[in-house]
């Protein structure tokens, strides 16, 4: 069994935040795989399925970001899950937009979420890092996180959701290199078409000598003028 647990922030005012693009991730497998629906339970909402022949239980925490490790922590303990048996998927100031990269264990790099959960499980979850870059300047991060997506940021962004849940049931397997490449395919552009080259055009040919229609006697005429 496995816990995927996305961060965010409850209430509709947050549900298009950049920080809220884990609840966004588990929306996407819920969506797309066929889970259950969305309950109350571990101070937060759940919903269960399986992915590739895994049982896997989604979940994302209602007790607001700085404290995400509680509903975390709560369901790791009622299903008896080791901390490698827990996946989180979160917002990565540290990667451009649409970049994804899966971690195994690590620091929390100042993320308020991973902090809170690290204190209830320690540190050997599996982190989802989904990139939403960075504002440029420290002091302007909080900001930056609690504003809506861009308009601009749409086609990337539905295609990053697309490939996770393309990918979810390699991640559920244990096979986090295979999940990222179903990411990456989404996340590729298209190739143009090519087209077949040019037939090359046939070689010059001299032309054939016309046929010589005289008389042996205008031949031996033309011969002497």
């Known amino acids: 069994m496995k816990l995927f647990a996305g961060l965010g922030n409850p209430g509709a005012k947050y549900t298009r935040n950049r920080h809220n693009i884990g609840f966004m991730a588990v929306d996407a497998i819920a969506a797309d795989h066929g889970f259950g629906p969305w309950r109350a339970k571990f101070q937060g909402r759940v919903a269960e399925g399986s992915l590739g022949g895994e049982k896997v239980i989604l979940l994302k925490p209602e007790t607001f970001m700085n404290l995400s490790g509680q509903s975390v922590g709560e369901a790791a303990r009622f299903y008896k899950l080791a901390p ?131 008389n042996p006697l205008q031949k031996l005429v033309d011969r002497f003028r």
Request: proline residues 9%; aromatic residues 6%.
């Open 84 to 214: 490698e048996d827990v996946v989180v998927f979160h917002d990565e100031l540290d990667l451009a937009p649409g970049k994804l990269r899966v971690k195994q264990g690590g620091g929390h790099a100042g993320h308020n979420g991973l902090r809170s959960i690290e204190a209830h499980i320690g540190r050997e979850f599996q982190r989802v890092r989904l990139g939403i870059g960075h504002p440029g300047h420290k002091d302007r991060v909080a900001g930056y996180v609690l504003q809506d997506f861009a308009k601009a940021d749409a086609g990337w962004l539905d295609d990053l959701l697309r490939g996770i849940g393309d990918g979810a049931p390699w991640l559920a397997g244990d096979k986090p290199d295979r999940f990222q490449n179903a990411v990456a395919q989404r996340m590729a552009p298209a190739r143009p078409a090519t087209k077949p080259p040019a037939a090359k055009p046939a070689p010059d040919t001299p032309d054939a000598p016309a046929e010589d229609s005289r």
